[in-house]
């Protein structure tokens, strides 16, 4: 897990991420604690609780392509 500080900005990135076919690629970030997401290939946030917390990332091509990968943060 990715470990990180209550109250402290913390970034993640999806840029060694590459479409197959070179194309674009859109990014939309989410979290388990709560109901808003992000988008861009890096984000920032700050947590406010401690605790564990699922993170999703899910990229779509152009093309229409989805791909996701879930991760914790802690």
């Not at 993640?12 to 674009?24: D, I, L, S, V, Y």
């Not at 709560?34 to 993170?55: D, H, L, M, S």
Request: a positive charge; proline letters at 1%.
């Amino acid at each position: 897990p990715k470990t990180v500080e209550v109250g402290v900005e913390t970034s993640f990135n999806a840029k060694e991420t590459k479409e197959k076919n070179g194309g674009k690629l859109n990014f939309v970030w989410s979290f388990s604690d709560t109901t808003n997401t992000w988008n861009g290939i890096e984000i920032k946030r700050v947590f406010q609780n401690e605790g564990k917390v699922t993170g999703t990332i899910m990229a779509t091509s152009t093309g229409g392509v989805v791909s996701k990968k879930t991760f914790t943060v802690a």
